[in-house]
């Protein structure tokens, strides 16, 4: 006997078909499985699609720190998220807590280590330059290498203080000096400019707040996009949404798309408070915003699924295969009126809502309304 079958699943590309899964695995994606064989069978009739699991690229989920955490499972499982990736909320001194943390969940974490040993404990992490430890972030990412899969800086004023772009020539360091694992990059107000960061970026590198409101944007005053961001495009950075409570602008997200500079990933940057009274709310909110800017189903699942886990290397997540890990969104989509809020205040009517519905997480099927309840 076989573990569980999803029975007319839709995929993204409209197409219908039966997904069987065994031992966490996707074990065969076909028209019509026979169903003898299943221990569980789940009939997914009506406008229910089917992707890999969702990805959720930066978020804030160890709940060692107070400042920005929430619990794994409610941003994560709960809201049709598989995979949380926290972005460096931990540092060195703290990951071994949240590591040992992580384990409880059912949602899967993972860490991009913070360049500062003390992780977000203050808001001002970079502030000083005796919080990055080269040989402490070596030691962590051997002690956990398939936990911390990236290294975070955040490179904006109110973290970096009066050290300017020092830290993020640091973090390119550690970045070499540790297989060039990927590395994540906060950007916000000045200093640093954002042109001087923007050319020393490139291959796996991934600039998050892609479009934030703020100045220091990517984008001139008329729209276009900055040179420096198309060259460090050239040679690979990924852009990240990471929407947050400061950092999405719907007019900003627009010049983005009008000038084809669009995101790598969607990701939410959520934490409870941004949960809780918005204006994150969760990702498929997230992903309603960009369904009013435009952009199509069949464009929109890639960046929350095969991009980000193509961006951290983890090679069993991000697709319908046979063979992948059996992680799985389910999920619907309602002709309905939904206001949506940007970080700016910004209010917009979309027609369009996300909803998800189910997840299939390590192999399991889990019924979102019976979580909730
Ligand atoms: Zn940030
Ligand atoms: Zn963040």
């Not at 079958?5 to 069987?20: M, P, R, Y």
């Not at 699991?53 to 499972?73: A, F, K, Q, R, V």
């Not at 640093?192 to 291959?203: C, D, F, H, T, V």
């Given at each position: ?12 590309s ?17 028209k ?13 009739k ?9 990805i ?10 107070e ?81 911390i899969?990236g ?23 550690a ?12 950007i ?35 729209g ?14 990924h ?11 719907f ?26 009274n918005?204006?994150?709310?969760n ?74 519905l ?10 979102l ?5």
């Amino acid at each position: 006997m076989y573990d569980l079958l999803l029975k007319s699943a839709k995929l993204v590309s409209g197409e219908i078909c039966d997904i069987a899964i065994h031992n966490s695995k996707i074990l065969e994606i076909n028209k019509n499985i026979n169903r003898d064989n299943f221990k569980e069978i789940i009939e997914l009739k009506g406008n229910k699609y089917v992707s890999a699991g969702w990805i959720d690229l930066h978020t804030h989920s160890y709940t060692g720190l107070e400042l920005y955490s929430d619990n794994p499972d409610e941003i994560g499982l709960k809201s049709g998220v598989t995979t949380v990736v926290d972005t460096g909320t931990a540092g060195a001194l703290n990951i071994e807590d949240f590591y040992n943390l992580s384990g409880q969940y059912k949602t899967n974490v993972y860490a991009f280590l913070n360049i500062s040993k003390t992780g977000i404990v203050q808001q001002n992490e970079l502030s000083d330059l005796n919080n990055i430890d080269l040989e402490l972030i070596k030691s962590s990412i051997e002690k956990y290498p398939d936990f911390i899969i990236g290294l975070k800086a955040r490179m904006s004023k109110s973290v970096v203080g009066d050290n300017g772009i020092l830290p993020l020539k640091l973090a390119l360091k550690a970045k070499a000096e540790n297989n060039h694992i990927p590395l994540m990059v906060h950007i916000g107000t000045k200093p640093p400019e954002i042109e001087e960061i923007l050319s020393l970026l490139g291959k796996n590198d991934i600039l998050t707040h892609c479009y934030h409101g703020k100045e220091n944007g990517l984008f001139d005053k008329e729209g276009a996009p900055k040179k420096e961001l198309l060259s460090a495009l050239d040679r690979g950075l990924h852009l990240d949404v990471g929407h947050g409570k400061e950092s999405f602008s719907f007019r900003v997200a627009e010049q983005g798309k009008k000038a084809q500079i669009k995101p790598h990933s969607i990701s939410t940057d959520i934490y409870f408070r941004n949960r809780i009274n918005g204006p994150v709310f969760n990702m498929a909110t997230t992903l309603s915003k960009f369904l009013y800017l435009g952009y199509s189903l069949a464009e929109l699942i890639p960046l929350v699924t095969i991009n980000p886990a193509k961006a951290i290397n983890l090679a069993k997540k991000g697709r319908l295969e046979k063979d992948m890990d059996a992680d799985i969104t389910i999920f619907t989509i309602t002709d309905e009126e939904v206001e949506l809020i940007d970080s700016l205040g910004t209010v917009i009517k979309g027609d369009k809502k996300v909803i998800p519905l189910a997840v299939v997480l390590k192999g399991e099927y889990i019924d979102l309304e019976e979580v909730r309840l």
